[in-house]
């Protein structure tokens, strides 16, 4: 070995290490609002170290192709990044996520087809890779599918379940004979990878979109894990660390979405609720709606002394934001207390909302989660609800029947008065009635979320 | 084997210190965190050119190409998408500052 050979490696083992680091410190400022920014700009500078470094691989051929692969793929990447709405961002997460995914199985493919059996242990860590990065990468597909709006239909067929179970074996018998050499000829191998891939569709087709986050969360583990598993064939230990970080974190993020969601992960990935209007269970509400003009919430709120504004993603889709902050400050200015409750589930995933608001302008500190603000409710002389259904509905407290009993809800229903903006008169995302619209404490203001905050502004400027 | 046992070790610390990075993380940023972390596994990159670089027939150069092509796509787009939605994250102190006139609470 010639010591300028010797040197490089030591230089490239040196990068990958100072990129786990920085990886890691960057995961661990993001996970506070303080530090977030600066997090994703120390993981970001340890990518960059990676990849340059990397072009200097001993043995390294095709330098044309790797460079055009990434301008390509980074450019259509950076193109679409920096276009997607806020309110898309859940399903842009699905895509990058697949797109890494297929990546780990491609590197898989190529080490398999290549066909030096490096030793079984390794190529059992390429199959099982190939297995997770493939399914990662159907699967993430059709999440996004779902969630842009080009599948609405949940595809569901009696004892899919068992083939989902046979399409698993099959791909891991094939992949078996792969790894152990049994028959490692270039059709078993695409046999293997079409199974790998079709499990993913199937598995994820009959999946709802409400429930979809959760899913999207479970793939970005499962892509980590995968690369983790690339990481061992290839003897990449910034591989190896990144992606089991990932895939660890990635299961922790799922396990409390779904928590946040009253959803167990079995439940989300082998039943079939979480679908629109499923299993409408239309409980018996008592009661009526009752309408209030723009102009009277107005001056119930000019002279409040606590507001706690309850959004959901109906405001979002009506990019009605704006609007409501402007309404807020306006509000502020004369003194009322204004806070934001969030539901964990209010956008389309967890913490989507407060993207959705930041993106407004509204500062964090004036946001609080379930737990902070539920006990608040009871002292708030106004709740408005903007678009929000299920996760301020009390039958998740009282009506043991309701399929949405024992979430999780936000108690708006303590308020002193609610107000409900509301487009019409349907039930929210799972079909379910709200028992909230008809309380004796509760006033209708009908109309889209966007004109609705525009006659509140008005309203509340003209109390002077 | 000596390399693959000291591989199970770090994989097994690098699962226990994924978990405790996250652990205490406020739910107001699971989206750009989950974000965050989708664009921390783009280091696939490096493999998938690793991959490519070693790429001999023409079906090994293809896939080789595909990979880093999503490879890429994961790192950047993660890095595009994360950095957006953690720019607009800011206190009101912050927002006080900028704005005097609104800042007060």
Redesign the interface.
Known sequence: MDSSVFSRETLIQAS?FV?AAL??L???R?????T??S???W??AG?LV??VV??L?P?????D??L???V???????W???R?A?TD??Q??A???G??G???A??A???L??GENPGY?TSSLAVVGGIIGSVS?SGSAIAFGKLQGLITKSIRFSGQQVFNLLLLAAALILGAMVAFNLSAT?AVITAFFALALLLGLTMTLPIGGADMPVV??LY?AL??LA??F???V?????????????????T??TQ??AK?MNRSLGNVLFSGFGDTGGEAATGDVTGSLKPIEASDVGVMMAFASKVIVVPGYGMAVAQAQHKIWELC?LL??RGV??KFA?H?VA?R????M??LL??A?V?????S??DEINSEFETADVALIIGANDVVNPVARNDKSSPIYGMPILNADKAKNVIVIKRGKGAGFSGIENALFYLDNTRMLYGDAQKAGSELIQAIKAVG | MK??EL?LW??ML??????E?????????????????????????????????????S???T?????????????????????????????????GKAQPA?G??
């Open positions: 990958y990129t990886f890691i960057g995961l661990k993001m996970s506070s609002p303080v977030a920014r997090g994703i700009l993981a970001g990518m990676a990849t990397s072009f691989y043995g390294m051929t095709n330098y192709l790797i055009a692969a990434i390509v793929g980074g450019g259509l990447a950076w679409s990044g920096k997607v806020m961002m859940p842009m997460i895509l990058y996520n797109m890494g297929g990546a780990a491609a590197i493919a190529v080490e087809y290549r242990a990468f270039p999207i969360s970005n892509t980590g690369v983790a690339e990481g061992f290839l003897g990449n230990a910034a591989m190896i660390i990144a992606g089991t970080v990932v895939g660890s974190a990635g922790l993020l409390l979405m946040a400050q502020i200015d207390n204004v969030i964990p956008g995933m967890p913490g989507h407060n993207v930041a993106e302008g500062p964090y500190d004036l946001i989660d379930l | 390399s693959y591989g770090v994989f690098a699962a226990f210190c994924g978990y990075v996250i652990s205490r993380v406020p739910v107001i940023l699971h989206t750009p965190l989950m974000s965050g972390s989708n664009f921390v596994h783009g280091i696939v990159l490096v493999g998938a050119m690793v991959a490519l670089g070693g790429a001999h027939t079906l090994e150069k896939i080789g190409f595909i990979g880093v092509l999503l490879a890429a796509g994961n790192a950047v787009g993660g890095y595009v998408v994360t950095e957006r939605m953690l720019e607009m994250f800011k206190s009101s102190g912050a927002r609104k007060a609470h």
